[in-house]
């Protein structure tokens, strides 16, 4: 084509044509410029799909993200729940005047053992999107503005459950004090007998652990077992308020994200 085009022009100088020969200069630039832009739209009909693609994709994963917090939410409200329960019977131990160490340690135990997890949500695709410049390609408003809402939602929740556990572990802390100070020892606390598995100590060890068991806990440290059942009970109910609450966001926004992913998935 190029050696075509050439002939032409030098067929045009030859027969000192220059009339013809600038006509046909400034046509062939025309092409040249029309060759251009046809394939500057096609680049950009090329990018423009490839986004749209990416988009589409991001919609999907940011849902499948969504779909994890929900799972994790209902986890931690089953769980602090039970917590909420046990403190419920712990407190009820310390009002009925039981001063029975074992009783009231087991039942401590399981109220504060494994209720230390927040609520962390899943926010890999979404980093993936700021990090790699990408947000642009979100073209649905509707979706920039509910994740922004999301995330703007649930943190003074996650901050304020944050604060309880701080004050939980404290107060397990501030009694294992107490109870080391008072002489309470109660070997059966690392066995399976509060009904979550943990350490266990060797025979030997546990024979003579129980022997330094004691029975009963004194006036003076009731006060303390009383001070911290009533305030990790009502530590616990207030828990599972707030988890509740990022559980109604977390809902609204895995509606949204499942709407949008359904769209996508029947428009390919």
Known sequence: MIKFFRHIRRSLIQKNQMGKYFKYAIGEIILVVIGILIALQINNWNEGRKNKSTENEYYCRLH???VQDYIQ???LIDKIS?????????????LQKNYDAQTLNLQYIKTIRGSV???????????????GGNLNLITDVSIKNGLDEYYKNIQPYTETIQQYINFATDSYNRLNINVRENGIAVAVVSTDSIGIPGYKFEPDILKMLEKDTVGNISEKLYNTYY????????NMERRVQLLK???????????????KCNQVKAND
Do not use: C, G, M
């Open 64 to 66: 499948l993200d969504i």
């Open 73 to 75: 939410i209902d986890n």
């Open 82 to 94: 039970k917590r909420q329960k046990y403190a419920n019977q712990f407190l009820r131990l310390i």
């Open 117 to 131: 997890a927040n609520f962390k949500p899943n926010k890999t695709t979404y980093e993936d999107i700021k990090s």
């Open 227 to 234: 001070d911290t059942a009533y305030k990790i009970a009502s």
């Open 245 to 259: 609450y990022i559980k109604l966001e977390v809902e609204k926004t895995k509606q949204l994200l499942e709407t």
